[in-house]
């Protein structure tokens, strides 16, 4: 089974590919998958950062009302 590649929806065959060509495909998918990283980790800050928004709300409400909305809401 030969090893193929799809760009722009053009099936590729990786042993008509020159060492150049292959090396530019490691490297494109070195980059993907560096992408993929980034994104990931851009999801886990997006998170976070509600996260703390969401908390420092929380401390705001506490500090002008003095009622303490986790202890409301908490499962204890």
């Not at 060509?21 to 950062?49: C, I, P, W």
């Not at 709300?57 to 002008?64: L, M, S």
């Amino acid at each position: 089974m030969t090893k193929s590649v799809r760009i722009d929806n053009v099936e590729y065959d990786m042993e008509q590919l020159s060492q150049a060509g292959r090396d530019l495909y490691e490297r494109l998918s070195f980059t993907q998958s560096r992408l993929q990283e980034y994104n990931n980790m851009l999801a886990l800050l997006m998170k976070a950062k509600n996260a703390y928004i969401a908390d420092l709300k929380t401390e705001i409400v506490k500090g002008r009302t003095g009622v303490d909305l986790g202890a409301l809401f908490s499962d204890d």
